[in-house]
C-alpha cells in the first residue's frame, strides 16, 4: 500500500514540479544561447558592449532575473511540498478522505517524506547543473581537473580526513539532516492541527519554538566541539589541549549527525502519535 500512496503522491505534486523545472530548464537554454552569442563566441565585440551602459543594465537585469528564478524554483519546491502538500492532503477536507483509507498514519508520512525528499533532491540537482551550464565554458572546463585535483589534495589539511573519507560522510549528514528537517516540519504541523482553534498560527509557533531549541543546541555542541580543537577549555572536558584536525572532524561529524537523528525520530514519532491519537479535521 505504501507503494500505491507514492505512486498517486508523485503523480499529485508532478502537476506543479514538472511544469516549474522545466521552466528551470528553458531559462537556463535561454540564457546559455545569450552568453554564448555574446561573450564565449566573441571576446572583443563584448568588450565593445561592456563600454554601452545600456548593455551593461539589460545583462545585470538579466542576472538578477535569473537568481530569482533560482530562488523561486527552491522556494516554490520547499514550500509546496513539505508544508502545503502535506497539510492540504492530510489536514484539511482532503484528509477526511486520506484518512479512511487501510493504510497507517506512519505509511502517510513515509510516502510524503519520500516523494518530498526525491524532488527537492532533484531540484538541488538541477539548480548546480543550471548554473554550470549557463556559465561554465571550455576554458573552464579544462581547470576543472586542476581545480578538483586542488581541491581533494588540500581536503586533508583542513578536515584531517582524506577527501575520499569527509565529502561521503558530509553527504550522508547532508541526507539525515535535509530528511529530520521534513519530519520537524511534519511533526509541527500535525501538533498545531491538533488545536481546536488557530491551527496554523499553532504550527507556525511550534515550529518557531523547536527552531530556537535546535539553535541553541547547534550552538551548545559547536561551542563544545570548538573548545575540544582548540584546547581553549581542555581541563574542563578533560582532554588534551591542542587536538588534531581529525578529532574535530570526528567529533562534530559525530556530535550533528547524533543531533539529526534525535531530532528526525522525534519528528517522526510525534507526527505519528498526534495524526494517530490526536486527530483533529475539524
Known amino acids: 500500500m505504501l507503494g500505491k500512496l507514492i505512486k498517486n ?34 571576446p572583443s565585440q563584448m568588450y565593445v558592449l561592456e563600454q554601452n551602459i545600456w548593455y551593461n543594465l539589460l545583462n545585470v537585469m538579466l542576472v538578477m ?9 527552491a522556494l516554490i519546491t520547499w514550500i509546496y511540498l513539505s508544508i502545503l502538500r502535506f497539510r492540504k492532503n492530510l489536514f484539511t477536507d482532503e484528509g477526511y478522505l486520506m484518512h479512511t483509507l487501510p493504510v497507517s498514519a506512519s505509511a502517510h508520512i513515509w510516502s510524503k517524506l519520500i516523494v518530498n525528499f526525491v524532488w527537492q533532491l532533484i531540484d538541488i540537482i538541477l539548480i548546480i547543473l543550471s548554473v ?19 581541491l581533494f589534495s588540500s581536503f586533508p589539511d583542513a578536515f584531517g580526513v582524506p577527501a575520499g573519507v569527509g565529502i ?57 566541539t ?18 588534531p584536525n581529525a578529532t574535530y572532524f570526528w567529533l562534530s561529524w559525530i556530535m550533528s549527525l547524533l543531533l539529526c537523528l534525535i531530532r528526525g525520530v522525534a519528528g517522526y514519532l510525534l507526527s505519528n502519535y498526534f495524526m494517530t491519537k490526536r486527530l483533529n479535521l475539524e
Open 132 to 150: 554550470c551550464g549557463l556559465f561554465l565554458n571550455m576554458d573552464m572546463i579544462r581547470a576543472l581537473p586542476d581545480a578538483f585535483s586542488l
Open 9 to 42: 503522491e508523485f503523480k499529485a505534486v508532478n502537476r506543479l514540479m514538472i511544469p516549474l523545472h522545466l521552466g528551470l530548464i528553458v531559462i537556463t537554454i535561454i540564457g546559455r544561447f545569450y552568453l554564448q552569442f555574446t561573450v564565449f563566441n566573441n
Open 226 to 243: 570548538g573548545m575540544v580543537s582548540y584546547g581553549s577549555s581542555s581541563l574542563l572536558i578533560g582532554v588534551a589541549n591542542n587536538l
Open 65 to 73: 532575473f535569473y537568481i530569482i528564478a533560482l530562488i523561486a524554483a
Open 168 to 224: 561521503p560522510l558530509y553527504l550522508l549528514l547532508f541526507l539525515v539532516d535535509s530528511i529530520s528537517g521534513i519530519l520537524i516540519i511534519y511533526m509541527c504541523i500535525a501538533v498545531g492541527h491538533s488545536f481546536n482553534s488557530h491551527k496554523i498560527l499553532a504550527s507556525v509557533g511550534i515550529y518557531v519554538g523547536v527552531w530556537i531549541i535546535a539553535n541553541i543546541l547547534s550552538s551548545v555542541c559547536a561551542a563544545i
